[in-house]
């Protein structure tokens, strides 16, 4: 794959216009590029001096086990995204990362990151932006789990990810490729899976959005944004911010 339409190239590249010199960077970075099965995870909550990756092909799952056993998902991970970058930079990882497919992830060395944020401050600054949007999704989430009843959140949840995949190639008003199960979303969303079972069904009846055989299909896109109150200014990728 081309650098220039690399996933995190065209995620980055809504925030700031890359020059040649950043994209030599970029590219750089990708080039300790490996292959993770689904199932093994990537990081374990509580390691330490591990990497980052990029994720460049596939799906990742970010979770937190609880005393109980019980596992919380964080957030899912699609390509262009950071994996772990919080946790090299703490030291230690507070979550796991876990394969929902197949994967291929380039490793990033914090030593290479600090070299590549010298080298190109408009670069580290869009880096900077595309965490923080990561960190202003984990607040929405938040307040999906607080105050939106289950039809409003599993809503919200499939326009979110709409507008993170559109972002990268992989997704538009029409629907998505999504390797998610039941039970993901059960974790995710605070339901149990039979709940989710019978908001997806809900849903479709009314007409608004299809989940079926691993593809997100909004049948009514504006009415989905209607019932999950969508506003998706806090994705921030309106408009391109720098030049």
């Known amino acids: 794959m081309k650098i220039e339409t690399s996933p995190l190239?065209?995620?980055?590249?809504?925030?700031?216009?890359?020059?040649?010199?950043?994209?030599?960077?970029?590219?750089?970075?990708?080039?300790?590029?490996?292959?993770?099965?689904?199932?093994?995870?990537?990081?374990?909550?509580?390691?330490?001096?591990?990497?980052?990756?990029?994720?460049?092909?596939?799906?990742?799952?970010?979770?937190?086990i609880q005393p109980d056993g019980s596992r919380?998902?964080?957030?899912?991970?699609i390509p262009g995204d950071f994996l772990g970058l919080r946790s090299v930079l703490l030291h230690t990882s507070d979550h796991g990362i876990e394969p929902i497919v197949e994967i291929e992830?380039?490793?990033?060395?914090?030593?290479?990151?600090?070299?590549?944020?010298?080298?190109?401050?408009?670069?580290a600054t869009a880096i900077l932006w595309a965490v923080s949007r990561d960190e202003a999704m984990v607040v929405e989430h938040l307040v999906g789990l607080g105050r939106r009843d289950a039809?409003?959140?599993?809503?919200?949840?499939?326009?979110?990810?709409?507008?993170r995949l559109s972002l990268v190639g992989m997704g538009s008003r029409e629907g998505y490729a999504c390797p998610l199960t039941q039970y993901h979303l059960a974790d995710a969303l605070g339901l149990s899976a039979i709940h989710v079972n019978r908001v997806l069904r809900k849903l479709r009846e009314d007409g608004l959005v299809t989940f079926r055989d691993g593809v997100v299909v909004f049948d009514h896109y504006d009415g989905l944004v209607?019932?999950?109150?969508?506003?998706?200014?806090?994705?921030?990728?309106?408009?391109?911010?720098?030049?």
């Not at 599993?154 to 709409?162: I, K, P, Q, V």
């Open 72 to 77: 919380q998902i964080v957030d899912f991970q």
């Open 9 to 64: 190239t065209r995620k980055l590249s809504a925030f700031v216009k890359l020059s040649a010199s950043e994209l030599g960077v970029l590219e750089r970075l990708h080039e300790r590029r490996k292959s993770f099965s689904a199932g093994r995870d990537l990081v374990h909550q509580g390691q330490s001096e591990q990497a980052a990756y990029i994720l460049a092909a596939g799906w990742v799952v970010s979770y937190k």
């Open 226 to 243: 209607a019932v999950a109150d969508f506003d998706p200014a806090y994705l921030d990728h309106a408009r391109p911010l720098l030049s």
């Open 105 to 123: 992830a380039a490793e990033v060395m914090v030593s290479d990151l600090l070299q590549a944020f010298a080298e190109t401050p408009r670069l």
């Open 151 to 163: 039809d409003a959140r599993m809503a919200h949840f499939l326009l979110e990810l709409g507008v």
